[in-house]
Structure formats: C-alpha cells, structure tokens
C-alpha cells in the first residue's frame, strides 16, 4: 500500500502539472458555464421543454470533462508510458508495472469526479440550475459514461503503432466530438444534417444519457445511451486487450 500511495502522489503531481489536462477538465468548463451563463441565463424555456439553458448545459459540460480525461489525459499517458518502456522498467522493480497502471487509472478517475463535482457546485452556486435525478442513477450514468470513454481512448492505443498515432486519434476524435455531440453546444440548435452525424458519435451518447439522467426522465428515454456506451466499452476492452496481448508492450 505504501507503494501504491507513493506511485499515486507522483502521478497526481503529474496530471496536475500538464497544463491541457488540468485546464480541459477544471478551468474550461467553468468558463463554458460562466460565458454561456451570462449570455443565456437559466431561464426555464420552452426550447428547452421547461428547463433552463445551464440545466442542460451542465451535463453536457460534465461529458466534455469525461472526454478529456478518457481520450486525452489516460490515453496519451498510457502511450508515452509504453513507448518510453516506463513499464518495463518499473516491472523490475519491486513495485511492478501493474502499480503505476492503477495508480493512472485511479488519478483519472478521480480528477474525473473532481472535476464533475466542481462544475455541479459552481452550476448551483451561480446558476441554481436543477437536477431532477436521483442520486444513484446519476452516479451510475456518470461512470458507465466514464467506462466507455476511457476504454474508447485505451482502444486508440492499442491498435495505434506508436504514440503519434495514438495522439493523432485520441486528438481529432476528442475535437469532432466535443463540438458535434452537444457537449459544448445544445444540440437542439444542430441542423438536420450534423444531428445526423453527432449519431454516429458516442459521445453524443454519453451527454443525452447525462442530461436525460439529471432531469429524472424514465429508463425507456436512457436505454438507448445505456447500451450503446456499454456495447462500446464491451468492444473496447476486449478487442484493444487483444491487440495488446498481440504486442510487446510491457
């Protein structure tokens, strides 16, 4: 345990001191909260059927915070970890490989929730947007959402051959998603034409089950969302798992 908490200090450290990561998952949502905020307010709105622009907007943030860590921050370290041989090496150590890869998996995941919980609290300290939902539902959305999208980014690196690839996909996957899924622009204001598109992404996926989740609506308007991101993070795993049995990675 000693160890593993030592591992984990040097890894937060780490995420804390990469400007992206730490930008994109605690800065940049609140900015997207406090410009739209000021722009739009949270009045209820028919547009919105009754709800207010930032009763809407911040799932959809939330999401935005899930692709970041899940198809940038885990993804890429994982891929410069194993194209540096980190994991060999610490495999010859008494720690073991397997120490860092939970302890990265563990720093993520829980930057991941900080940052959820930040923007929940700046949303109702400033907005006083309303969440309908139930606590236990909304936990289990957010991390089956989570589930899909790291597993999403550990699927880049696995069929990628170095980590210019793996940044390649993890990049313009991240960017195509976050502007065409709804996660920074309601997608009720999409034409036809990119709505079409945002469905074939599975973040889109990942912010209806997040907005449909904080206002309470009935399993029969998530289960769409629920299994296509846990087909998703099923394929994933187990694909990009064999891809890695496949190589000498570690």
Not at 104 to 128: C, D, P, S
Request: net charge positive.
């Amino acid at each position: 345990m000693t160890r593993y908490l030592t591992v984990f200090k040097i890894e937060t450290r780490l995420f804390v001191r990469n400007f992206y990561g730490f930008f994109f998952t605690f800065v940049f949502p609140l900015l997207m909260l406090i410009l739209f905020g000021s722009i739009y307010g949270n009045e209820p709105s028919a547009y919105f059927n009754g709800m207010g622009s930032m009763d809407v907007s911040v799932p959809a943030y939330s999401a935005m915070i899930i692709a970041v860590t899940g198809l940038m921050a885990f993804p890429l370290t994982l891929a410069e970890c194993k194209e540096r041989k980190i994991y060999k090496r610490f495999d010859a150590t008494p720690a073991g490989k397997s120490t860092i890869i939970k302890a990265q998996i563990a720093v993520n995941l829980l930057m991941t929730i900080a940052g959820f919980v930040i923007l929940i609290i700046a949303g109702k300290l400033i907005y006083q947007i309303r969440i309908e939902g139930n606590f236990f539902a909304i936990a289990g959305a957010f991390l089956l959402s989570i589930g899909a999208m790291f597993s999403l980014g550990f699927f880049f690196t696995a069929i990628a051959r170095d980590s210019k690839i793996s940044n390649l996909l993890c990049y313009v996957s991240y960017f195509i998603m976050i502007f065409l899924s709804g996660a920074t622009m309601p997608s009720e204001i999409f034409p036809d034409t990119v709505k079409m598109i945002a469905r074939f992404l599975p973040l889109t996926y990942v912010v209806e089950l997040l907005q449909n989740t904080f206002r309470d609506e009935s399993f029969s308007q998530c289960v769409v969302s629920v299994v296509v991101l846990a087909v998703l993070m099923a394929f994933c795993i187990s694909v990009g798992a064999g891809f890695y049995r496949r190589k000498s990675w570690l």
